[in-house]
């Protein structure tokens, strides 16, 4: 059973029934890694370890086997376009960068991933790995989620559009994981893929051991003595894009890893959990609490003289004139600029957008082991003066700001709502797989306005209609007028159409009073016109405000602070030191007192909380780092120099 969109209108159209039955995924690419993972946890409460304990040889971290699953091209789902590129090119990383043998390597892609082989060679697997074997499976294709139970499924080369028995159940995969008589010593889940993280309930995993601390090598040594079933996540309850960013992170990862032996969960948290959450994408790492779970880590160990293939793909990277922007990948946001990406060739529609210039666009083709720069030279939006004409009506901004409308859902442009029944002025339907539609609802009426904003007045002589539009027809930056059910002017701007069938549309919307004014003459006007004047700004005498850059340039820490101070009061938006660009952190306010302040951040698997010190013309910044994953709490210390 599944959870209804929020449309409340019937249809006469399987599609469309259907539709509100199901909480389709966004269609992204995502991925099922499972790795035989044997490791014991290093908390602080566990002691010290047996004297009588054996340790293993430092090569002998035991056999690995794998299986690799790609799927581009489905029977009845939308086609995928990364899939099988990403389980190729994650199965050659393998073979010739770590200790996985080529004959222990089982490769499904396309048409040979059904449902039937894929059970069967998942099940081959588990029954041939010994209780010394490391087990991979990376699974990378569609993803549904029933939101009534959050059952997630995987969806095979033959599984039907909307038929349940033809998928995998998680549940059916993890049962197979811990049965009793699969005597694999570790395995890991790695799934990249749409709501992924329906495989991810259970406990916290314990944390990871710091390759720079003393030791590391001969603690991997004893957590390979041990059984354990972990899961990684490229997201929660969630769709995630068809082009993947967590493949991509962690192909870099495992490709610029030099270290002869490194655990998998090291590796998550070091170069792949920060690339994502700078894309607000919410990845997780748990365990599966089953029998055979003994905290352990996944290790891996590198091929003697081996060296992971170089991209079989092509780079692009985007730059640009300023900074907070967005750049939109074939519609897909991918973050912002300095901006990097491992991309597949072909043929790419780049996008980059901010808040007050005109957006810059660009096609470009990608050939294989090249790499294109793009350089977006935004221009400041000229935005005229308001017209006011007199003896006109003068218009009235009843709402306005940005929705985001889910295929099949509704929304209401009168008060700026999604999925509001009734209420709603516009519906994005869909007929079928590839005809989709704005279509107005409850007596609204809609008309496109082009590329540029024609206003109310502009709205009020386009011929509006209860015609639906073709979503092929709103490309970014088109403008569409909406009379609404209330009888107000409405119009917005397409900003983006994320992912194919079932996707996503995003706009910017002004709606206005339906009484639009009032009649003023000049006279009017210009005693009502505003009269700015200049207050000077007094800041306290211990001041905080700023860009704060930190001293040591090869921090791994915090690089770069922007505070602002009011009264007692400050606002920090930090950055910490991510690759290949830093993460942003976000803003977050605290008191001051005297020359000091406190400001947290909850970054869900961290709590950090900051305390700044003003030391003559320098900032000094403690930060306490408290994790909620039983890895041992953190401080460090930096020194920060006003810039600005």
């Known amino acids: 059973m599944f959870t209804p969109h929020r449309d409340g209108a019937a249809s006469g159209c399987l599609w469309k029934a259907t539709a509100r039955l199901l909480n389709l995924c966004g269609f992204g690419l995502w991925g099922a890694l499972i790795v035989a993972l044997a490791a014991p946890a290093i908390a602080q409460d566990?002691?010290?370890?047996?004297?009588?304990?054996?340790?293993?040889?430092?090569?002998?971290?035991?056999?690995?086997?794998?299986?690799?699953?790609?799927?581009?091209?489905?029977?009845?789902?939308?086609?995928?376009?990364?899939?099988?590129?990403?389980?190729?090119?994650?199965?050659?990383?393998?073979?010739?960068?770590?200790?996985?043998?080529?004959?222990?390597?089982?490769?499904?892609?396309?048409?040979?991933?059904?449902?039937?082989?894929?059970?069967?060679?998942?099940?081959?697997?588990?029954?041939?790995?010994?209780?010394?074997?490391?087990?991979?499976?990376?699974?990378?294709?569609?993803?549904?989620?029933?939101?009534?139970?959050?059952?997630?499924?995987?969806?095979?080369?033959?599984?039907?559009?909307?038929?349940?028995?033809?998928?995998?159940?998680?549940?059916?995969?993890?049962?197979?994981?811990?049965?009793?008589?699969?005597?694999a010593k570790t395995i890991l889940v790695i799934t990249d893929s749409c709501y992924g993280g329906a495989l991810t309930r259970a406990g916290p995993t314990p944390g990871h051991v710091d390759p720079e601390e003393p030791g590391y090598v001969d603690a991997l040594r004893r957590l390979a003595s041990k059984r354990s079933r972990q899961v990684i996540a490229s997201g929660g309850f969630e769709e995630v894009p068809d082009r993947s960013n967590f493949a991509d992170l962690l192909k870099d990862a495992l490709r610029q890893n030099r270290r002869p032996v490194v655990d998998m969960e090291y590796l998550f948290y070091k170069e792949v959990y920060p690339g994502l959450r700078t894309l607000q994408q919410d990845p997780v790492m748990t365990r599966l609490v089953t029998g055979p779970n003994q905290d352990g880590q996944f290790i891996l160990v590198r091929r003697e003289g081996g060296q992971p293939p170089p991209p079989n793909g092509a780079t692009l990277s985007v730059r640009s004139n300023v900074h907070d922007d967005t750049v939109y990948i074939d519609g897909d946001p991918r973050g912002s600029t300095q901006l990097t990406l491992d991309l597949a060739p072909g043929s790419y529609a780049v996008r980059v957008e901010k808040a007050g210039y005109n957006p810059y666009q660009e096609e470009v083709t990608l050939k294989a082991g090249t790499e294109v720069v793009v350089w977006a030279d935004l221009k400041k939006q000229s935005i005229a003066p308001p017209r006011i004409e007199v003896g006109h009506p003068v218009p009235m901004v009843h709402s306005k700001g940005q929705l985001t409308i889910k295929q099949t859902w509704t929304a209401d442009l009168d008060e700026g709502k999604v999925g509001a029944g009734d209420e709603a002025d516009i519906w994005f339907q869909a007929a079928t797989a590839t005809e989709r539609y704005v279509t107005p609802r409850k007596g609204a009426r809609i008309a496109k306005a082009g590329k540029r904003s024609v206003g109310p007045q502009g709205c009020a002589k386009l011929p509006l209609s209860s015609q639906s539009i073709s979503i092929q027809a709103l490309t970014p930056g088109t403008y569409v007028c909406v009379k609404t059910n209330k009888a107000q002017y409405s119009e917005f701007r397409v900003l983006s159409q994320v992912g194919p069938s079932p996707g996503t549309l995003r706009i910017a919307?002004?709606?206005?009073?339906?009484?639009?004014?009032?009649?003023?003459?000049?006279?009017?006007?210009?005693?009502?016109?505003?009269?700015?004047?200049?207050?000077?700004?007094?800041?306290?005498?211990?001041?905080?405000?700023?860009?704060?850059?930190?001293k040591d340039p090869a921090t791994r820490s915090i690089t770069k602070l922007e505070i602002k101070q009011s009264g007692d009061k400050v606002t920090v938006h930090a950055w910490g030191k991510c690759h290949p660009k830093d993460c942003d952190w976000g803003e977050e306010s605290g008191a001051m007192r005297k020359n000091t302040a406190s400001v947290a951040w909850d970054q869900g698997f961290v709590v950090r909380k900051m305390t700044l010190t003003l030391q003559g013309k320098d900032l000094t910044v403690l930060t306490d780092s408290t994790y909620r994953d039983n890895r041992p709490r953190r401080q460090s210390r930096n020194t920060f120099v006003r810039v600005k």
């Not at 040889?57 to 990364?82: E, M, V």
């Not at 700015?532 to 001041?543: C, G, H, N, R």
Request: a negative charge.
């Open 46 to 183: 566990r002691g010290a370890r047996p004297a009588d304990e054996e340790v293993q040889p430092a090569a002998d971290f035991g056999a690995y086997r794998a299986l690799i699953i790609g799927i581009d091209g489905y029977k009845q789902w939308p086609r995928l376009r990364f899939a099988e590129q990403d389980a190729t090119e994650l199965r050659d990383i393998l073979i010739s960068g770590y200790d996985f043998d080529p004959e222990r390597v089982v490769t499904l892609e396309g048409a040979g991933a059904t449902r039937v082989r894929i059970l069967q060679e998942l099940r081959n697997l588990l029954e041939r790995s010994s209780d010394d074997d490391n087990v991979l499976i990376f699974f990378a294709g569609h993803g549904q989620l029933d939101t009534l139970t959050e059952t997630g499924f995987w969806i095979p080369v033959d599984g039907g559009l909307f038929d349940e028995p033809t998928w995998i159940p998680f549940d059916r995969v993890t049962g197979l994981l811990k049965a009793p008589g699969v005597k």
């Open 509 to 550: 919307y002004t709606t206005w009073e339906r009484t639009a004014g009032v009649r003023l003459s000049s006279k009017v006007i210009a005693a009502l016109a505003p009269r700015t004047v200049k207050q000077p700004v007094v800041l306290a005498k211990t001041t905080f405000q700023g860009v704060w850059q930190n």
